[in-house]
């Protein structure tokens, strides 16, 4: 079995790669979009919301709260109000 590898290739790795690769800014869960670091003067049409997964397991009840842009949070928002409705006029 031969190399076949050249002698001036070489890998170099450190951990200072590692720990910045594990820093990660935070995304809307639902379209993986980059959610806006937090401003002071914001007036309210941009923040960040948030939604909750609800999982049950026997009696075992597990919540997981994760990030949404705005305008994600708003669509699932008008779009669990939407179905409401319709399930209101359903019966």
Known sequence: MTDERKDDARTVSSHEGAVSANVEE????????????????????????????????????????VPLCASCSSAIGMTALARWEIEEEEG
């Open 26 to 65: 935070p995304r809307c869960d639902a379209c993986g979009g980059p959610l806006p670091p937090p401003e002071e003067d914001d007036d309210g049409y941009e923040l960040p919301g948030k939604g909750v997964y609800v999982w049950t397991r026997g009696e075992e009840v597990r919540f997981e709260k």
